[in-house]
């Protein structure tokens, strides 16, 4: 199958709708088990990560109530310290200890992305991944101008839903299922006009297709040095590796809930210098109110100068979790939390293969380390797994891209269940997810 460029996305916002709802039923059946009574639980425990509770040291000390483990691609399952630091008292977000918190946290960012550039901006919002994409077409695109989207599955797509929103051009250059665009058709596209942003879906949530961002951004540099290079890192930040200054990116949004490992509502981003005077040499005002990084830069460089400011409310309990994610993130050196999600993902990936399943993402350097997509035997339905897995006290997610969305399964492995070596949910989940094939049953060859 070619690629190609359209015009326009190949999906409506109708459209995305029915599929979103096609994955929570799915997730009705299975969440509905977090709902019955610790007596009725076969598995427990968030953190008891097998079916004897003494082989887990942190599951016995854990403060968290009983529930099934949470193994989708975000919201993840979360450190205690983390949970525990939300329930921090109620305090003025002006105020000198809040200030500090924030502006520590907007400083960790920094050498979370692998900045160390004074013009790099970050920002921290409240609400979800999504608001990064308003972030990007609301202020460094206006009306007309052109973009240019990979699509590797539905949140590439909705990136270029939005974009058009606030008035973009977009050319989606899109992908067979399960691959993602290839250099040579980027350099094509990108000397067919002239583009104001490229926008690339680091690993999208959707298949599990991991894009590389090295080489597309010396592509860019070379063909196109004025285009702006902006990543949609919602699923890949702090699971994948991002060394924002060695590749020249422009932006990189992404979310609380996920490899960051913090409660969902923080939209979470980095922009160059480069990208911040593209906003300053807008000719029209951007095109939101609450997403404005005219109203928002100021707020964050007074925070992270541990000045008060004010634009809009930000939540204090999730800065704090963020700030408390942060710090145990960089205890240690980031290349270590990246090769530790690539050996489990590579333990998993080996794991589907033995079943006989295939992957979404078939080449192996486009798969994914803090998820895997993975197609379903053909007698084997969504809607008859997930329930089993639940049972087993696992909780996976369904599919969601339009053309496959009833063929294939979502589990996610990023954060704590990956890196805390006392938890053994990875092991759990591979053991019930062979159970429940059976139980659907398939057998291996």
């Given at each position: ?13 109708a459209?995305?709708?029915s ?7 799915g997730g ?11 007596n009725?639980l076969p598995?427990?425990?968030r953190a008891i ?9 942190s ?11 949470l193994?989708i ?20 977000h ?17 050498k ?6 004074p013009?790099?901006q ?9 608001l990064?994409?308003d972030?990007v077409?609301?202020?460094l695109?206006?009306p007309?101008?052109?973009?240019l989207?990979?699509?590797?599955g539905?949140?590439?797509d ?6 058009k929103?606030?008035?973009?051009n977009?050319?989606?250059?899109k ?7 290839q250099?040579?058709e980027?350099e ?9 942003a490229v926008t690339?879906?680091h ?5 599990g ?29 702090a ?7 060695a590749?020249?990116l ?18 979470i ?18 095109g939101?109110?609450?997403?404005s ?5 100021p ?38 939390r ?6 489990v993902?590579?333990?998993i ?5 033995q079943?006989?399943?295939k ?6 350097d486009?798969?994914?380390?803090g998820?895997t997509?993975?197609?379903l035997?053909?007698?084997?339905k969504a ?10 006290g696992?909780?996976?997610?369904g ?6 969305a009833?063929?294939y399964v979502r589990f ?7 890196t ?7 092991d ?10 059976a ?7």
């Amino acid at each position: 199958m070619p690629h190609r460029i359209l015009s326009t996305s190949t999906s409506s916002p109708a459209a995305r709708a029915s599929i979103i709802s096609r994955h929570l039923l799915g997730g009705v059946q299975s969440s509905a088990h977090s709902t019955l009574s610790s007596n009725t639980l076969p598995i427990q425990s968030r953190a008891i990560s097998s079916t004897s509770p003494s082989t887990s040291p942190s599951a016995n000390m854990s403060s968290q109530p009983e529930h099934p483990t949470l193994l989708i691609p975000g919201p993840i399952e979360f450190d205690d310290a983390v949970l525990q630091s939300m329930s921090h008292f109620s305090e003025s977000h002006v105020g000198p200890g809040f200030v500090a918190t924030f502006g520590e946290a907007l400083s960790m960012l920094r050498k979370l992305f692998q900045t160390t550039s004074p013009t790099s901006q970050p920002f921290v919002i409240s609400g979800s991944g999504t608001l990064g994409w308003d972030l990007v077409a609301a202020n460094l695109v206006e009306p007309g101008e052109e973009v240019l989207v990979l699509s590797t599955g539905y949140f590439s797509d909705g990136f270029a839903d939005c974009l058009k929103i606030y008035g973009a051009n977009v050319d989606l250059l899109k992908a067979p299922v399960g691959a993602r665009p290839q250099l040579p058709e980027i350099e094509q596209a990108l000397k067919s006009k002239k583009y104001k942003a490229v926008t690339v879906t680091h690993v999208d949530t959707s298949t599990g297709v991991l894009s590389e961002l090295s080489k597309l951004s010396e592509t860019v540099q070379r063909v196109s040095p004025d285009t702006l290079l902006i990543v949609d890192g919602v699923c890949s930040v702090a699971s994948e590796e991002i060394d924002f200054d060695a590749w020249r990116l422009d932006g990189v949004i992404t979310a609380s809930q996920k490899a960051i490992g913090c409660p969902a509502g923080l939209s979470i981003s980095m922009f160059s210098g480069k990208a911040m005077e593209a906003f300053k040499a807008r000719k029209s005002p951007p095109g939101s109110y609450f997403a404005s990084m005219k109203n928002w830069t100021p707020i964050m460089q007074n925070y992270e100068a541990k000045k008060p400011s004010y634009f809009a409310t930000p939540s204090p309990q999730l800065v704090h979790a963020l700030h408390t994610a942060l710090s145990q993130i960089l205890v240690k050196p980031l290349s270590d939390r990246f090769a530790r999600h690539q050996e489990v993902s590579d333990k998993i990936k080996q794991a589907v293969a033995q079943l006989g399943l295939k992957q979404v993402a078939l080449n192996p350097d486009d798969q994914a380390h803090g998820m895997t997509a993975i197609y379903l035997p053909e007698m084997v339905k969504a809607t008859d797994l997930l329930p089993k897995l639940a049972k087993s006290g696992v909780v996976f997610a369904g599919g969601i891209h339009k053309e496959i969305a009833a063929k294939y399964v979502r589990f996610g492995h990023m954060g704590v269940s990956v890196t805390d070596p006392a938890r053994t949910d990875i092991d759990k989940a591979i053991a019930a997810l062979e159970t429940g094939l059976a139980e659907c049953g398939y057998q291996k060859a």
